[in-house]
């Protein structure tokens, strides 16, 4: 019988983060440099992409690498896999978290930011897991989706009206896909014995946003059950349970991280 120890040991493991240097995807980084694993970090900001991966090395003695690559572009996705397997020899984990898009309302949104919103938040998604499926079948991989809450539950209206903040319609169509993607891969990748599941946040508002004094948090927090909005060490404990063989009879779940906001 394993220890739990042993169990949660990312050590021998190299995991491909795409969005990885944002707000969101900096905690699971460091959640998995944590627990001993090599992490590429790619993003389209190739600078902050390098320095956060030095970070990384030097904070807690592992292998990182910080690579540009934009998951809308299918060679892009091609080159940083080839990197990938030319400087490691394997890999074993993908996260599929890099995100962009305007904030819009439904009257706002035009037909170029529907199709840019879903093109990198679910095609994006798509390109980058179809590329890396035959390095994730040789190594029996592990595949985790960064959804979102609004992929499960429609915004309530009412935080949104008379402030500047917005959630765009496509990010919350985009999420669902994503959603129902990780669970038609779960099914059909689980003869390669890969996992995958997807994670749902919310609401993890930017600092910024935090800054404006305008009742907003106010109005994200009372939606909580637990009375507060996320932080993004709260996502550390999903994603080394998610990537970790701690989790190895879990394939095809979607876990809420939402201080309970879609459950009453």
């Given at each position: 019988?394993k ?8 050590k ?6 795409t ?19 090599t ?5 389209r ?5 390098k320095n956060?991966?030095k970070?990384?090395s030097?904070?807690?003695?592992i292998?990182?690498?910080?690579e540009?690559v ?7 996705i091609?080159?940083?896999?080839s990197?990938?397997?030319?400087d490691?020899?394997t ?26 919103d879903?093109n990198?938040?679910l ?20 595949i ?20 500047n ?20 891969l779960?099914?059909f ?8 599941n ?10 910024e946003?935090e800054?404006v004094?305008?009742g ?6 009372e ?13 550390k ?5 998610l ?10 779940q ?11």
């Amino acid at each position: 019988m394993k220890k739990l120890f042993d169990l949660f040991n990312l050590k021998d493991k190299v995991a491909f983060i795409t969005g990885g240097a944002g707000y969101l995807g900096s905690a699971m980084c460091e959640a998995l440099a944590e627990l001993g694993a090599t992490i590429v970090i790619g993003s389209r900001d190739k600078e902050k992409c390098k320095n956060f991966a030095k970070k990384l090395s030097d904070s807690y003695n592992i292998r990182a690498l910080g690579e540009y690559v934009d998951i809308t572009d299918i060679r892009s996705i091609d080159e940083i896999l080839s990197l990938i397997e030319k400087d490691f020899g394997t890999l074993d984990i993908l996260i599929n978290c890099a995100w962009s898009g305007n904030k819009n309302t439904f009257e706002s949104i035009s037909f170029e930011d529907w199709n840019y919103d879903i093109n990198v938040c679910l095609n994006g998604v798509f390109y980058t897991t179809k590329k890396a499926f035959p390095y994730l079948r040789k190594s029996k991989g592990n595949i985790v989706n960064i959804a979102s809450m609004y992929g499960l539950i429609a915004p309530d209206y009412r935080i949104y009206y008379g402030t500047n903040h917005a959630n765009p319609p496509s990010y919350g169509a985009a999420k669902a896909g994503v959603i129902q993607l990780t669970r038609y891969l779960a099914s059909f990748l689980s003869h390669y014995e890969i996992r995958v599941n997807a994670i749902s946040p919310g609401a993890f508002p930017f600092p910024e946003t935090e800054k404006v004094n305008d009742g907003f948090i106010n109005k994200l927090k009372e939606k909580s059950m637990l009375n507060r909005t996320g932080k993004p060490d709260d996502l550390k404990g999903v994603i080394a349970l998610l990537c970790s063989e701690a989790s190895s009879f879990i394939t095809g779940q979607v876990i809420s991280v939402d201080g309970g906001w879609g459950q009453w």
